[in-house]
Nanobody
Framework: EVQLVESGGGLVQAGGSLRLSCAAS????????IGWFRQAPGKEREGVSC????????YYADSVKGRFTISSDNAKNTVYLQMNSLKPSDTAVYYC??????????????????WGQGTQVTVSS
């Protein structure tokens, strides 16, 4: 059974930092790219950042470029999302998801096969 478990969310003041983790099990980690998505109340799901372990390629949404960094520890089957300079507009439930490696670091949520349960990130002003 494939499981993706997010952790690291919480409440932080604007300008602060959080590091999200996505621990994967039940799949061959090297065969998948991992993406981070977020959804705020009343808004559509947004692709935030993605990474392909195959070639190290990454994707960042324009809204997070320069503030968020995605990384992968293949030995631990874990992907991290370091979020710095957080803004109230970053408030959302953050989900990680896995997609077959052939799709690459794609922000298209429809491509993803497996999803975690989500972790809440709240940034206060």
């Amino acid at each position: 059974e494939v499981q993706l478990v997010e952790s690291g969310g919480g409440l932080v003041q604007a300008g602060g930092s959080l590091r999200l983790s996505c621990a994967a099990s039940g799949l061959t980690f090297d065969d998948y790219a991992i993406g981070w998505f977020r959804q705020a109340p009343g808004k559509e799901r947004e692709g935030v950042s993605c990474i392909s372990s195959q070639d190290g390629s990454t994707y960042y949404a324009d809204s997070v470029k320069g503030r968020f960094t995605i990384s992968s520890d293949n030995a631990k089957n874990t992907v991290y999302l370091q979020m710095n300079s957080l803004k109230p507009s970053d408030t959302a439930v953050y989900y990680c998801a896995a997609v077959d490696i052939v799709a690459g670091a794609t922000p298209d949520a429809e491509e993803y096969d497996y999803w975690g349960q989500g972790t809440q990130v709240t940034v206060s002003s």
